[in-house]
């Protein structure tokens, strides 16, 4: 069965650093994994994410990850943080044949300090 | 115009009585989703259905149950509320893909609090 580990429950960051924040899957086969972001008293929003092919991914806001089998990571980096970024990050991974079912890394808290 | 809504976004109840959640998707998606996050905003996933049909039926008890009436639509609903069903509820939706588990949408959320 698959899982997704995030190590860090809580990061605070200054505006205008860069970051990255940690994603660890463990899953047999081809994992397909996504980065969302919740906002305090919102739904989750979809940042990026990776099927195949390049192993760095672009997606919204500015985010990137990178996908590295040889370390089951897929790890999320901004190069520079906004006091908007403040949130709640998951990372979450998918196997094929599985009813699109997901399953969510226990999230990573994101606090930006001006 | 809203993706995934959900109805209601707040509900306090007592424990014993019954309720239901409504979600509806406007994005033409064939799969849609129950989602549980706790009070720690671990989320988990509860059940899925395509087209109608349940596909995914977590170890959920079954005092929860989940009724799709059409493709758009998935409500959940609750019998005999407990304490512990105390979360926010996200529903979710999603394209059907031939087995890749695609991205999903979700709504805001209900937050259900039982008193």
């Known amino acids: 069965a698959q899982s997704v580990t995030q190590p860090d429950i809580h990061i605070t960051v200054s505006e205008g650093a860069s970051l990255e924040l940690r994603c660890n899957y463990s899953?047999?086969?081809?994992?397909?994994l996504f980065w969302y972001v919740q906002s305090p008293g919102q739904g989750l929003q979809l940042l990026l994410k990776?099927?195949?092919?390049?192993?760095l991914v672009q997606g919204i806001k500015g985010f990137e990850a990178e996908f590295k089998r040889s370390q089951s990571s897929f790890n999320l980096r901004k190069p520079s943080v906004h006091w908007s970024d403040a949130a709640e990050y998951f990372c979450?991974?998918?196997?094929?044949?599985?009813?699109?079912?997901?399953?969510f890394g226990q999230g990573t808290e994101l606090s930006v300090k001006p | 115009d809203t993706a995934v809504s959900q109805t209601p976004k707040y509900l306090v109840t007592q424990m014993g009585n019954d309720k239901s959640i409504k979600c509806e998707q406007n994005?033409?998606?064939?799969?849609m989703y129950w989602y549980k996050q706790d009070s720690k905003k671990f989320l988990k996933i509860m059940f899925s259905?395509?087209?109608?049909?349940?596909?995914i039926n977590e170890t959920v008890p079954n005092r929860f149950s989940p009724k799709s009436p059409d493709k758009a639509h998935l409500n959940l609903h609750i019998n005999s509320l407990e304490l512990g069903d105390s979360a926010v509820y996200f529903c979710?939706?999603?394209?059907?893909?031939?087995?890749?588990?695609?991205?999903?949408?979700f709504g805001p959320g209900t937050r259900l609090t039982v008193t």
């Open positions: 979710a939706s999603s394209q059907g893909s031939g087995g890749r588990p695609l991205e999903q949408y």
């Open positions: 899953y047999g086969a081809t994992p397909y």
């Open positions: 990776y099927f195949s092919g390049d192993t």
């Open positions: 979450a991974v998918g196997a094929f044949n599985q009813g699109g079912k997901l399953i």
């Open positions: 994005l033409g998606h064939d799969t």
């Open positions: 259905y395509n087209n109608k049909e349940l596909i």
